[in-house]
């Protein structure tokens, strides 16, 4: 969404890549809808395309068209659209997967009883729901009192004791976790905090992850990454790379298995 941009330019890129490179069917490919700007130069937060059930269908081809896919394996709600009916856009959603075009249901970025109750109308009407929730969510926690810009009334873009408890509530859930690693922010100097991880709670809990990589020989990150891989809550960290040593190191946390202690003393710390 940069220069004026609407989004779309990362499906152009894999779309182009998978043509080039004869990349079939081994791909799990998700993307989202919802936030696309309406115009050049709006912004994703004042001006979004919403979740109406014309906007999820054109949307949906149009994804679907960039990438080469008849196929979207999940396919995301990415903000809140206060303007459009919950049960209009849980149709809307539905009606993609009835016919095949679409796989999972998931939600980006809501307030947890919307989801909720999106969930609820789909139960009562028969239809798929969401299944999986994205969500910023790091092993350091933010504060709950600084608002984000990621949705139009506040923060409510990192999943906080709200959305894990509703998640204990509801077996089946999935978390996948964006920023995981908070950008860099737990091993680079040139990558500070984000103000609102400014509070006591994150100096403890740094002494803990570097305590439990000492004894691991492991890096902080893939502390985290094994932290949350192996986290009572189904969750699947999404990591991003833009080397292959930052990849290799993230694969790492595959092999890193947390003892019971070491878990919960970083569960602990606070």
Same mark, same amino acid.
């Given at each position: 969404?940069?220069?004026?941009?609407?989004?779309?330019?990362?499906?152009?890129?894999?779309?182009?890549w998978?043509?080039?490179?004869?990349?079939g069917?081994?791909?799990? &490919?998700?993307?989202?809808?919802?936030?696309?700007?309406?115009?050049?130069?709006?912004?994703?937060?004042?001006?979004?395309?919403?979740?109406?059930?014309? &906007?999820?269908?054109?949307?949906?081809?149009?994804?679907?068209?960039?990438?080469?896919?008849?196929?979207?394996? @999940?396919?995301?709600?990415?903000?809140?659209?206060?303007?459009?009916?919950?049960?209009?856009?849980?149709?809307?959603?539905?009606?993609?997967?009835?016919?095949?075009? #679409?796989?999972?249901?998931?939600?980006?970025?809501?307030?947890?009883?919307?989801?909720?109750?999106?969930?609820?109308?789909?139960a009562a009407?028969?239809?798929? $729901?969401?299944?999986?929730?994205?969500?910023?969510?790091?092993?350091?926690? /933010?504060r709950t009192?600084?608002a984000? /810009?990621?949705?139009?009334?506040?923060?409510?873009?990192?999943?906080?004791?709200?959305?894990?408890?509703?998640?204990?509530?509801?077996?089946?859930?999935?978390? &996948?976790?964006?920023?995981?690693?908070l950008? $860099?922010?737990?091993?680079?100097?040139?990558?500070?905090?984000?103000r609102?991880?400014?509070?006591?709670?994150?100096?403890?809990?740094?002494?803990?992850?570097?305590?439990?990589?000492?004894?691991?020989?492991?890096?902080?990150?893939?502390? &985290?990454?094994?932290?949350?891989?192996?986290?009572?809550? /189904?969750?699947? /960290?999404? #990591?991003?790379?833009?080397?292959?040593?930052?990849l290799?190191?993230?694969?790492?946390?595959?092999?890193?298995?947390?003892?019971?202690?070491?878990?919960?003393? @970083?569960?602990?710390?606070s």
């Amino acid at each position: 969404w940069e220069n004026g941009d609407q989004g779309g330019q990362s499906e152009e890129v894999i779309g182009r890549w998978r043509r080039s490179r004869g990349v079939g069917d081994g791909l799990f &490919v998700a993307t989202k809808l919802g936030a696309r700007p309406l115009a050049p130069g709006t912004s994703y937060t004042d001006n979004p395309e919403g979740l109406s059930a014309r &906007v999820i269908r054109k949307s949906s081809e149009a994804s679907r068209e960039r990438l080469g896919l008849e196929h979207i394996d @999940l396919l995301y709600a990415h903000i809140e659209d206060q303007k459009t009916p919950l049960e209009e856009t849980v149709e809307g959603f539905a009606d993609l997967v009835k016919e095949g075009s #679409v796989g999972l249901l998931g939600v980006s970025n809501h307030s947890v009883w919307r989801v909720e109750r999106a969930r609820a109308l789909a139960a009562a009407a028969g239809l798929p $729901g969401y299944e999986v929730l994205q969500y910023q969510h790091s092993y350091l926690r /933010p504060r709950t009192d600084i608002a984000k /810009p990621l949705c139009r009334d506040g923060n409510i873009g990192s999943a906080g004791s709200d959305l894990l408890t509703y998640m204990r509530a509801v077996p089946g859930l999935v978390l &996948v976790a964006y920023t995981p690693l908070l950008s $860099g922010a737990y091993t680079r100097a040139d990558k500070p905090l984000p103000r609102d991880y400014d509070h006591p709670g994150t100096t403890a809990r740094l002494a803990a992850l570097r305590e439990i990589a000492a004894e691991t020989g492991a890096t902080l990150n893939q502390v &985290v990454l094994a932290w949350q891989i192996g986290h009572e809550l /189904p969750i699947i /960290p999404l #990591v991003g790379a833009s080397s292959v040593e930052q990849l290799e190191e993230s694969l790492g946390a595959l092999d890193l298995e947390l003892t019971e202690d070491q878990r919960a003393r @970083l569960d602990a710390a606070s």
